[in-house]
């Protein structure tokens, strides 16, 4: 059966793209059909893969991976006063992008406070953890996609 899971795993994430390029569908990104691909596969909804020490690791290793591509992708150039700027604009991509996260991280907490008093979650902190790095991936993805 491990084996099993990970082929799934494997052809899910080779055809989904596929498909999508196949089929010209451009208004969701390939990272969160994915993600659903994901859900319908998993436990949450037709449970045909089971958890494995394999899936375990590449999941593990895929998170890491997300974070290192997105450190990757930071500019440090914007942090710089531009010679003869005298006052940041109000609009920078820095204050911009604080504010985007900072939004991400008010969502992920109240989604999180919302699961944990329905009862499917029980750690409020770790689910906004893991919405808001889930929101940074699939941000991540949708830029490098759209170029």
């Keep these: 059966m491990q084996q099993l899971s990970m082929l799934i795993i494997m052809l899910a994430a080779l055809i989904i793209p596929i498909a999508m390029a196949r089929f010209k569908v ?5 990272a969160v059909a994915e993600i659903v691909a994901g859900i319908l596969l998993g436990k ?3 449970n045909i893969v089971q958890e494995t020490s394999s899936l375990t690791l590449l999941s593990s290793l895929g998170v890491i991976i997300l974070m290192f591509l997105s450190g990757m992708e930071i500019n440090f150039d914007l942090f710089k006063k531009a010679p003869g700027q005298k006052k940041r604009d ?3 991509p820095v204050s911009i992008a604080v504010l985007s ?3 991400v991280i008010i969502t992920a907490f109240l989604l999180g406070v919302f699961l944990y008093f329905t009862g499917l979650f029980s750690d ?3 689910a906004t953890l893991l919405f808001s790095t ?3 991936g699939v941000v991540i ?3 490098k996609e759209k170029e």
């Design 124 to 126: 409020i902190l770790l």
């Design 101 to 103: 996260f900072v939004c």
């Design 134 to 136: 889930i929101a940074l």
């Design 44 to 46: 949450s909804a037709f």
């Design 141 to 143: 993805a949708t830029l």
């Design 26 to 30: 451009s208004s969701i990104p390939t």
């Design 90 to 92: 109000a609009k920078s």
